[in-house]
């Protein structure tokens, strides 16, 4: 049973967890980071940004909470082969020695490709979803994988390698076209979702790449598309050594599915998905990569599934009642907790967020997305 | 009885606390890094560092931990009237918004003065001490004192603000001038110790002055300029409302004094400033503002009164003895919390330090000087 957590928002960049990194400039994401700031500028807040969001000492703090293992989301450019972005592999290197010396062990997930699998701005650039129509990145991408393979392949600290985070199916990919406007409407030209035929081919690609230098005892996770219920068939007609499934659950899905702010309608659907993770969990382990506690009854506002004060202006007055968010996180959390350990465990999403719910109100609640802050606010109990 | 911690290294730069900071520069304090750094640089790094060395999430966590109150060190420059120096006094009003939230207090200390007050790193600048001999800095620093009672005397979560830290009077300033090395001689001209005569008279002026603004409940705070024994009489002579002495007390002071490095010469030495703090406490109450639990024992290697790797190779093979470690410092941090619970309580050095001792094996044992990492690691129970 895994207990983990995300090292979200260190080396692939998202603007509303370290918005002070994209101060003064228009950028969404970390594709357009780099245009919008000068090269020394850019060199500099990526150099103190990795040096600071994430460090020995989270390594520290993680295992003392009584977790064994951290996901790390790696950018397509972390071998520092793709201009004008900054390889990090020096990082993840440092953090293999982090996590070997502490006892924690590390799940890589690739989480950008190029022309993106899902055009969120975590996927790189926003309202761009064009990689798996381009053999050639498709090509790159499979390259990373294996060099990433070869090179922490014998480390004691590796749990495993995900090839792809969420690569978004029709459903989601509808749902992404709303959410990130791109900022040259050009670039959307070949826009077009990922279908689960690709997925299933890909993914085989990908394992009979990785198994040749993967040994048998470290993982090799696929992400589910966002439909648990496509892989049933998948892993009945095919044979893989020690692959997991990750299936990713938040609140805020179960907000827009249900039209409804409730502690009761967080139970059903939350409880609908570990009867799904029951069911996908007769052919294949199954972990949940990515939930939180966010929700908008705690934060007194719907956030419309989510969206974030980078993204939209509530207006908005909070009444803060720290009693009864108190009670609704500890809830959610013995919930969800509970109906993942109907599989094989779980990374909350995420550790650290850098925003300021004091000085700004906007972000009042919207630390409950931080594991860190949620242990020492009491919310969240390993 | 205060239980705190200092938040060092945030608004006042010590390299060896964030040496990524000063990474390729050859500035080793806060003086030289805007002119070894272009002005974006500059700006950008300071930008970041503030944003992300201490946060609203630490706030969180020293208030978990059961800390009461927070030493934060400010600079001369804090209200930005010093170029090239960028101000940093938004960050203080939040960190009071924070603290209020959190339930912490404050006690600011003005840590640096123009022209430095002590000739260390982190007094501003290196091998330079001639603030005392210049009447117009002396103003400036009781005009910096000034506006900030004026802008917090009324804040509940204003503790208090100490007037000037480590003034160095004839003996530390001898050690200063072997240890600190002025990058440009010639600005060394006019250094000079500080005099306990002019430390008394600054104390009243700076008293004086500020109790026009400041309310009864908020401390006025007083280092001892290095020699407890020197203010029993000051206390005597002169009536003050709710002023508090600050000592600092360092277990490498004890290594350089006593010539040993065991639990026994430690003890002797810790518990002879127990004595010391007890006898002035007749006069005055007395808070140990500044202490830690790093020493060269548990560190395997003489640090020779804490040279850092910064500052001095140690060429030396490390002997991990995680055990023998954690038995010295939780030895180590019972003995002086002991001692200093015979003051009015004390103050860590410091809640964060962002060093790597896992890849960077120099710094082996260092992590000691951090309350969170010793909190987390065991060493610490407070």
Known sequence: ???????????????????QLFAGVAADDEYYLPQDLSETDYQNRIAMHRAN??????????????????RIPVPYFIFGDVQPFIGAIDWLDKAFNWAEAYGLQILIDLHTVPGSQNGFDNGGISGVQNWAQHPDQVAFALSVLHRLAERYGDRSGLYGIEVLNEPATEKMYRNMLDRYPAR????????????????????????????????????????????????????????????????HHYLMI???ETGELTLDSYHKYIEGVGDSIAEVKQFVPVVVGEWTLFNSLATGVDTKGGLNPTQ???????????????????????????????????????????????????????DSWSLERSVNKGWAEI
């Open 1 to 19: 049973m895994i207990k983990g957590v995300n090292l979200g928002g260190w080396l692939v960049l998202e603007k509303w967890m370290s918005p």
């Open 53 to 70: 969001f994430i460090t020995e000492a989270d390594f520290v703090r993680i295992a003392s909470m009584g977790l064994d293992t951290v």
């Open 184 to 247: 040259e409407p050009e670039m959307t030209a070949e826009n077009a979702p990922i279908t689960f035929e690709f997925l299933y081919d890909f993914y085989k690609t990908a394992y009979e790449d990785l198994r040749t230098v993967l040994p048998a005892d470290k993982v090799i996770m696929f992400h589910d598309g966002f439909d648990i219920t496509q892989w049933a068939d998948f892993f009945q007609k095919n044979t893989f050594e020690n692959v997991v499934l990750d299936t």
């Open 254 to 256: 179960a907000e827009i």
């Open 312 to 366: 939209e202006v509530f207006d908005h007055e909070v009444t803060v009642d720290k009693d009864r968010a108190l009670k609704i996180y500890q809830d959610l959390w013995r919930l969800q907790v509970d109906q993942w350990q109907r599989g094989d465990g779980y990374f909350f999403w995420s550790y650290k967020i850098n925003i300021d719910t004091i000085n700004d109100k906007d972000w009042f609640g919207w």
